[in-house]
């Protein structure tokens, strides 16, 4: 599974989830990304799951028909 660390989830975590594949904003060199636009290249670059920790994300963004869970 592809899951994609946000900026304020610890990178500690993905040693929680050995069997998957884990990018963060540093690795995917996306730092300064606004919240849609990064959503729109979590989708493009195929992520499951989105780990965040942004509470406003669902007020703030359209989460509905996104292939993936946060």
């Not at 998957?20 to 606004?34: H, L, P, R």
């Not at 959503?39 to 493009?44: G, S, V």
Request: glycine letters at 8%; hydrophobic letters at 35%; a positive charge.
């Amino acid at each position: 599974m592809r899951v994609f660390f946000d900026e304020d989830v610890p990178h500690k975590l993905a040693r929680s989830l050995p069997r998957n594949e884990i990018q963060t904003v540093a690795s995917m060199k996306w730092g300064g990304v606004k919240n849609g636009e990064l959503l729109k290249l979590i989708e493009r670059e195929g992520f499951h799951v989105l780990l965040t920790r942004d509470k406003n994300m669902e007020n703030q963004q359209r989460l509905e028909g996104l292939p993936l869970r946060s």
